[in-house]
Structures are given as structure tokens and as C-alpha cells.
Nanobody
């Protein structure tokens, strides 16, 4: 299973770090997605299994950083979110994906249950 954690309520300009932890299988490429009320699911960021390839959507570029430390734990991926804005509010999901490249995440096929992020004063 995939389990996300680290969501919560934060003021605009604040930071949160989300974690995606896998159990029962080895985590390869991973994507982070978010679902805001009334909006379509948006691919936020992704990272390849070896950590070499990453992608960030224009809406979060320069503010969100995806990372993993395969030497320590290949089965955990992080999403550091800085300078948060109210429009970043939503449920954030991580998913095992087929690949991550400059075009983003492809073929998400295994999802976590999501973690709520609320950015509000």
C-alpha cells in the first residue's frame, strides 16, 4: 500500500512536507497529484525511480520540491512545499507511475488514500 502523510492547515506563505511511504512492494517512479474542490485532478510533481528525473508543474515550480533518498529508503518519497498559496489547497495523492520525464507523470496505477492540505489564514 501507499500511505501519504504530512498534510494539514497552514497559513499562506507557510511550508509543509508530504511523505509517501510504500509497503509490500518496491517503489519505483512516483507522482504527486492534487484534487481541489471543483477542479480536475492535477499532476503536481514526479520523480523517477533512480531520482535522476523530476518534473514540476508550472503552478508549483520554484516552490515545491520532490525528493527521495534511495540510499536510506527507496520506499519513501517527499514533497517539500514552500511559499504555499490558498490555491494549493486540496487533497494530495501519491501514486506509483510508469515513468517520470519532462512531460510529467505517466500511467499512475496505484494510489494512496490522500492527505488534505489547506492553505488559509
Amino acid at each position: 500500500q501507499l500511505v501519504e502523510s504530512g498534510g494539514g492547515l497552514v497559513q499562506p506563505g507557510g511550508s509543509l512536507t508530504l511523505s509517501c511511504a510504500a509497503s509490500g512492494f518496491t517503489l519505483d517512479s512516483v507522482g504527486w497529484f492534487r484534487q481541489a474542490p471543483g477542479k480536475e485532478n492535477e499532476g503536481v510533481s514526479c520523480i523517477s525511480g533512480d531520482g535522476v528525473s523530476t518534473y514540476s508543474a508550472d503552478s508549483v515550480k520554484g516552490r515545491f520540491t520532490i525528493s527521495r533518498d534511495n540510499a536510506k529508503n527507496k520506499n519513501t518519497v517527499f514533497l517539500q512545499m514552500n511559499s504555499l498559496k490558498p490555491e494549493d489547497t486540496g487533497v494530495y495523492y501519491c501514486a506509483a507511475i510508469l515513468r517520470c520525464n519532462s512531460g510529467g507523470a505517466s500511467h499512475p496505477h496505484y494510489w494512496g488514500q490522500g492527505t488534505q492540505v489547506t492553505v488559509s489564514s
